[in-house]
């Protein structure tokens, strides 16, 4: 299996899609800067989904958004099933169950 590298910084790949967007295709500028086609047309994409573009996906700050709601979603299922089973252990050491409540 090939070993991945770090990501590509911002700015170089704002760079490469300005120079596709003065006239570069992509298969130049990937031999120029040794970086697969694939990836320069996947920059072009997601930057033209950032200026409006492009509505066949979601833009960059809606992907972050998105990453940021399901890590904020995770934690919360975590302290949520951690508070469950703390209920659970005092309602043992008490003896006691906590009466259910009716919302009917």
Do not use: C
């Not at 409006?52 to 399901?70: I, W």
């Amino acid at each position: 299996m090939p070993k991945s590298r770090p990501p590509y910084p911002p700015e170089f790949r704002e760079q490469i899609v300005e120079l596709h967007g003065a006239g570069r295709t992509p298969r130049e500028l990937a031999r120029e800067f040794k970086v697969s086609e694939q990836s320069i047309r996947t920059w072009i994409r997601q930057a033209e989904r950032d200026a409006g573009r492009r509505k066949d996906g979601l833009t960059s700050t809606e992907r972050e958004e998105l990453a940021k709601l399901r890590r904020e979603n995770k934690r919360l299922r975590l302290e949520r099933e951690i508070l469950a089973k703390a209920a659970a252990w005092f309602a043992r050491e008490t003896g006691s169950v906590p009466k259910e409540s009716s919302s009917s």
